[in-house]
C-alpha cells in the first residue's frame, strides 16, 4: 500500500529538521572538543605545576622546568590592543563613506578591491612588514621616542594586523550600515538634517550594536594571527615597556615552537596549554563582549 503523499511530506520535513539540528549540535559541540582535546594534552604540564603560577609567571626556561607565559600573554594582548586601535577608526569612516556617501560606481570600484586584501596570504603580509614597517620603525618613527629599538615590536606587529583586518571589518561595517531601515534617513532628512547629522545621529546610532559586534569579531580574528605577527614581533620573551620594545604572542610561541623542542620534557604541553590559555582568552573575550552588547543595543536603540 503506497504511503499517502501528506505523510512523505511529513516525513521529509522532520527529516530535514533533524538533519539540520544535528549539523547544527555538531558545530556547538565542536566549539567543546577542540577546548576538551587542548586541555587534556595540557594535563601532564597541569600535573606539574599551577595553572595560576604559570600565567604570572615570566620566566620561561622550558630546559629547567619553567613555563612562565605572562610574557606572551600581554605580548598577545598588546599587539591587538594596538590593532585595534588603527584599524577600527579607519574602517569606521571608510565603511561610512563607501556605504553612505561613495556613489555606486566608486563602491563597486572600491570594495572589491579592500576585499582582495582578505585573500593575500599572511606571510606576504609579514614580508611586507619586515621590509617596510620594521625600517621605518628602526630608523624614522623610533628614534623620535626612544633611544634604540630594532624596529621588531609591538607597534610593527600592530600595524601589520591591523591591514589584515582591514577588509574583515569594513565588510561587517558595510552589511550592518546597509540594513539600516532606510526610512530612518528619509525622516531625518526631511525635518531639516544634514547628510552628517543624519549618519552621525541616525545611522551609526542605530547601527552601534552591529559595529561594536563587527569590532569584537575582529578582534578575535586577531587574536588568532600567527605567521605575520611573528614575523615583526621579534620574538623575545619580555614583558614590553614601550609600543617600540619587541614582544613574543601567544600564536607565534606555538607556530615558531612546535616540532622543533619537543624532546624537552613537558615541552608540547606546554605549547597546548599556550593553545588553550588563547582559546579561554578568545572564550572570555567573546562572552564579556556579548553581554556589553546586549546592554548597549537598549542604549543605543532610537
Known amino acids: 500500500m503506497p504511503i499517502p503523499t501528506l505523510s512523505i511530506r511529513i516525513f521529509k520535513d522532520r527529516l530535514a529538521f533533524r538533519v539540520m539540528q544535528a549539523f547544527t549540535c555538531f558545530v556547538v559541540l565542536l566549539l567543546f572538543v577542540i577546548g576538551a582535546g587542548l586541555f587534556l ?11 595560576f603560577t604559570m600565567i604570572y609567571s615570566e620566566t620561561w626556561k622550558p630546559a629547567k622546568g619553567a613555563f612562565g607565559f605572562y610574557p606572551y600573554i600581554v605580548g598577545t594582548v598588546q599587539v591587538t590592543l594596538i590593532a585595534f586601535i ?12 563607501l556605504f ?44 623620535k ?17 591591523s591591514v589584515m583586518i582591514f577588509p574583515l571589518l569594513i565588510s561587517l561595517i558595510g552589511e550592518v550600515l546597509r540594513n539600516v531601515p532606510s526610512d530612518l534617513r528619509d525622516a ?9 547629522q543624519t549618519v552621525k545621529l541616525v545611522v551609526v546610532r542605530k547601527a552601534m ?44 610561541l606555538i607556530a615558531n ?20 590559555i588563547l582559546f579561554i582568552i578568545i572564550i572570555l573575550f567573546n562572552a564579556v563582549s556579548r553581554l556589553a552588547l546586549n546592554k548597549l543595543q537598549k542604549r543605543f536603540r532610537l
Open 41 to 51: 594534552k595540557s594535563v601532564p604540564l597541569l600535573k606539574e605545576h599551577s595553572f
Open 257 to 276: 615552537n612546535y616540532g622543533e623542542m619537543l624532546s624537552v620534557p613537558l615541552y608540547d604541553s606546554a605549547l597546548m596549554l599556550a593553545a588553550f
Open 100 to 143: 553612505e556617501y561613495a556613489s555606486v560606481t566608486i563602491r563597486n570600484m572600491v570594495v572589491p578591491l579592500i576585499e582582495l586584501l582578505a585573500g593575500i596570504p599572511s606571510v606576504v603580509y609579514g614580508l611586507w612588514g619586515v621590509l617596510t614597517i620594521v625600517p621605518f620603525i628602526a630608523e624614522t618613527l623610533g628614534p
Open 145 to 161: 621616542f626612544v633611544d634604540y629599538t630594532s624596529g621588531y615590536s609591538v607597534l610593527a606587529g600592530g600595524i601589520v594586523l
Open 209 to 252: 550594536p552591529g559595529i561594536l559586534a563587527a569590532a569584537v569579531l575582529s578582534i578575535s580574528r586577531a587574536l588568532g594571527e600567527t605567521i605575520a605577527v611573528l614575523m615583526v614581533c621579534g620574538n623575545m620573551a619580555i614583558i614590553p615597556q614601550s609600543v617600540f620594545d619587541s614582544c613574543y604572542p601567544l600564536p607565534a
Open 86 to 97: 588603527i584599524s577600527f577608526p579607519l574602517c569606521l569612516l571608510a565603511g561610512i563613506y
Open 188 to 196: 531625518s532628512l526631511s525635518v531639516g538634517a544634514t547628510k552628517w
